[in-house]
Nanobody
Framework: QVQLEESGGDSVQTGGSLRLSCVGSGFTTTNNCMGWFRQTPGNDREVVAA??????????SGSGSMKGRFTITQDNTKTTVYLQMANLKPEDTAMYYC????????????????????WGQGTQVTVSS
C-alpha cells in the first residue's frame, strides 16, 4: 500500500523560500508519477508540479502565477520528491498535498487533474505580506 508523507510547510514572509518534501513508501516500482497540488478553502485542488520518476520528466502548472518560481525534483531513490518554492507570495498560501500514481511512466492528464490519485495528508504553507 502506497503511503505519502509531506513535510516542510511553514509560515514565511513574502519573497521567502520553502522546500517541501514528500516521502513515498510502498511502491513496487520506481516508475511512478508523483506531484504536488495545492488547495485553499472553498476551492478545488490545483496542480503545481509533477514528475514521472522513471525518466525524471517534469510537468508544471500552466498557471502564470507559479511559472518560474516552483521546481520539482526527486532523490536517487525515486520515491521522495521535493518542491522548491521561491519568491513566495501571499497567494501561494494553501495546503500543499503530495499525490502519486503508482506504476505510471508518465503523469497523464487524469493525474494532473487530480483524478484517482493517491494523496498525502498535506502540509500548510502560509505566506504573509
Amino acid at each position: 500500500q502506497v503511503q505519502l508523507e509531506e513535510s516542510g510547510g511553514d509560515s514565511v514572509q513574502t519573497g521567502g523560500s520553502l522546500r517541501l518534501s514528500c516521502v513515498g513508501s510502498g511502491f513496487t516500482t520506481t516508475n511512478n508519477c508523483m506531484g504536488w497540488f495545492r488547495q485553499t478553502p472553498g476551492n478545488d485542488r490545483e496542480v503545481v508540479a509533477a514528475i514521472a520518476t522513471g525518466r525524471g520528466r517534469t510537468y508544471y502548472s500552466g498557471s502564470g502565477s507559479m511559472k518560474g518560481r516552483f521546481t520539482i525534483t526527486q532523490d536517487n531513490t525515486k520515491t521522495t520528491v521535493y518542491l522548491q518554492m521561491a519568491n513566495l507570495k501571499p497567494e501561494d498560501t494553501a495546503m500543499y498535498y503530495c499525490a502519486a500514481r503508482a506504476s505510471a511512466s508518465i503523469c497523464d492528464d487524469r493525474f494532473m487533474r487530480g483524478r484517482d490519485n493517491l494523496w498525502g495528508q498535506g502540509t500548510q504553507v502560509t505566506v504573509s505580506s
